[in-house]
C-alpha cells in the first residue's frame, strides 16, 4: 500500500489512479462496510467519481501486450479477465429485474451501477479489441471471440444468477428471491470472485510495470465497485434485520455457490501472475470472511467448513 489518503482513493481523477495501489481502494472498500452509506450517498458518490472510458489510451499496453508479457502470462491474463469481461455484461442487462423491488432510494442507486456495468463492458471491449486483438466489428462479437477463454469457476455462479434473475422476473418483491440473488451477486461475484480478479491482475500490472491503460480503468472500476459491494451488503444486513429468517437464505445460496466452487475439471494457472494457487485460496477466502465480518453476519459451522475448502480456480468478476 501507498501512504494515499481514504480521501484521496475517493475524489482522484481517471489519470491519478493510474498512480493507486489496488490495496488502496480495497482499504477504501472496506473502510465503510461497518457504517454502511445510504443509497443517496452512494448516488452522490457515483456522480463524483464517473469517469469516461473513451480517455484512456491502450497504445503502451498494445506493446507490452505483443512486446514484453510472455505467452504464458497472456493465455493467463486473458483466462483469469474473460470471465469479469462477460459478467459486467450479463449483470448490465440484469440488474434493472433486481431494482424492481426496491426501495425508491434503492432504484434511485441501482440506476448508477447499471450504468457502471454498462461502462466496464465498454471498457473490457476496448481492451480486448484493441490490445489483445480479438476480432469483431460489434460488442457482441469481441465476447464470443473471448468466450472460449472463461474458464467453469465464472459458468457456475453466473449460471445461477442467470437462473435467479429468472424467478426475481416472476415474483420480483419477493424478499427471499432477493436475498438469494443478493447473496450470490453481491457478496460472491462482486465481493469475493470481482474483488480478487482485480487484487491479481492490478498487482502482477504495478510489478512488472506493464498495461498502463487497464491498470487505470480497472482500478477506476474497483472503486466502482467499492459502490456496488457496499450497497448490496447493505441490501443484505438489512433484509436480515428486517426479517431474521432470510439469513437461512443467504445460509443455502452459500451453501450452493461453495458446492459449485468446487465442481471443476481445470485450473486456471495463475503462477506466471506471480500467484500460486494457496495464495489465490487466502485470497478469497479472505475476502468472503471480511464481508460477513464487517457486515455481521453469521455462518453455520458446515459453511465454514466449506470455507475453509475453497478451491482456487478463479476466473470470475
Known sequence: MTDLSQDAVDRVDLAGLGRVDIDDVLAYLHRDLKRLPGYLDLY????????????????????????????VER?????????????????????????????????????????????????????????????????????DASFHHVAETFVGPFGLLAYQADELRADPENPALRVRYGTNYFLWIEGVLALSVMKITLTYCRNRGFLPGYYAGFTATCRDEARHVQAGMRFLRDSVREDPRLLLEIHE?????????????????????????????????????????????????????????????????
Request: no cysteine; hydrophobic share 40%.
Open 253 to 317: 445460496t452459500l451453501r450452493t455457490i461453495l458446492a459449485i466452487n468446487g465442481a471443476t475439471s481445470r485450473r486456471v494457472a495463475l503462477e506466471s501472475l506471480g500467484w500460486s494457487p494457496e495464495d489465490v485460496r487466502r485470497l478469497m477466502i479472505r475476502q468472503l470472511n471480511m464481508k460477513l465480518s464487517d457486515v455481521g453476519i453469521g455462518l453455520a459451522p458446515d459453511i465454514e467448513r466449506m470455507i475453509d475448502n475453497i478451491e482456487p480456480e478463479l476466473a470470475g468478476g
Open 44 to 71: 452522490r458518490r457515483y456522480l463524483r467519481q464517473r469517469w469516461d472510458v473513451y480517455e484512456l489510451d491502450f497504445t503502451r499496453d498494445t506493446a507490452d501486450w505483443t512486446e514484453r508479457m510472455t505467452e
Open 75 to 143: 493465455e493467463a491474463f486473458v483466462a483469469i479477465s474473460s470471465g469479469f469481461h462477460h459478467g459486467e455484461r450479463q449483470v448490465e442487462v440484469e440488474l434493472p429485474v433486481f431494482m424492481l423491488g426496491g426501495s425508491e432510494e434503492s432504484k434511485i442507486y441501482m440506476s448508477s451501477q447499471i450504468e457502471d456495468e454498462a461502462r466496464h463492458t465498454v471498457f473490457f471491449d476496448r481492451f480486448y479489441r484493441e490490445v489483445v486483438g480479438l476480432p469483431g466489428e460489434s460488442i457482441q462479437d469481441v465476447l
